[in-house]
């Protein structure tokens, strides 16, 4: 039974450019949801994905953006590239999402902006 | 509203001891679930326990329990039997009920296992 699986694993890019993030969540998760971790800091959550929807989202500016497709598979969205962009993305899949349903992460990417 | 304490950057312990990592929390809600996952320097986070808000025993999940004092606001974690694998971030983590689907995250302990 397959995990939780992002790619790419590493990603380098410049100031202004756009990324793009795929996560492919657990076999039988319908719901997915991205955080932004920093170096040396919790994951902060970006927002969530529900029958391709985004549920709820946190404090992040619209450059970010996202999308989940009918497989339930999510891709994550960055433009206008920012250095403080540069982080550890998780993507985290659970069965919809009541309190006490379990979230499974990813490895992550790794993004770096020059 | 949310928040989450983890007031120790980092921990030492010795093989084979028992640790504790603390936890606190804050919120106005009467349903929440709280969470630790260990990251190790891959990045994964791994999903350790879940303690629920209604739940009167401490929960259990082979070597580690969550100590649940509600009154206080503390969801602290304990290791048994510490192993050199052990050594990792450990995260705190807090669900709301009513808060919407995120989970929030403290800022982690680095646990460090001496042989």
């Known amino acids: 039974d397959a995990g939780v699986t992002q790619s790419p694993t590493h990603l380098i890019k410049t100031r202004g450019q756009q990324v793009t993030l795929r996560c492919s969540p657990k076999?039988?998760?319908?719901?997915v949801s991205w955080y932004q971790q920093a170096l040396g800091q919790g994951p902060q959550f970006i927002f969530q994905?529900?029958?391709?929807?985004?549920?709820q989202r946190g404090n992040f500016p619209d450059r970010f953006s996202g999308h989940q497709f009918p497989n339930y598979s999510s891709e994550l969205n960055v433009n206008a590239l920012l250095l403080g962009d540069s982080a550890l993305y998780l993507c985290?899949?659970?069965?919809?999402?009541?309190?006490?349903?379990?979230?499974?992460f990813g490895a992550g990417t790794r993004l770096s902006v020059l | 509203a949310q928040k989450i304490t983890q007031t120790q950057p980092g921990m030492f312990v010795q093989e084979k001891e028992a640790v504790t990592l603390d936890c606190t929390y804050d919120?106005?809600?009467?349903?929440?679930?709280l969470f630790w996952y260990k990251q190790p320097s891959s990045g994964e986070m791994i999903f350790l326990i879940y303690?629920?808000?209604?739940?009167?025993q401490n929960a259990t999940e082979g070597r580690y329990s969550l100590n649940f004092q509600k009154a206080r606001k503390s969801a602290n974690l304990v290791i048994s039997a510490s192993q050199l694998g052990d050594s990792a971030m450990y995260f705190c983590?807090?669900?709301?009920?009513?808060?919407?689907?995120?989970?929030?995250f403290g800022a982690g302990t680095r646990l460090f296992v001496k042989a």
């Open positions: 985290a899949s659970s069965r919809n999402y009541r309190p006490g349903d379990i979230q499974y």
């Open positions: 076999s039988g998760h319908d719901t």
């Open positions: 994905y529900y029958e391709e929807e985004e549920r």
């Open positions: 919120t106005s809600d009467q349903s929440y679930g």
């Open positions: 303690q629920g808000s209604y739940d009167e």
């Open positions: 983590a807090m669900r709301e009920t009513t808060g919407g689907f995120k989970t929030i």
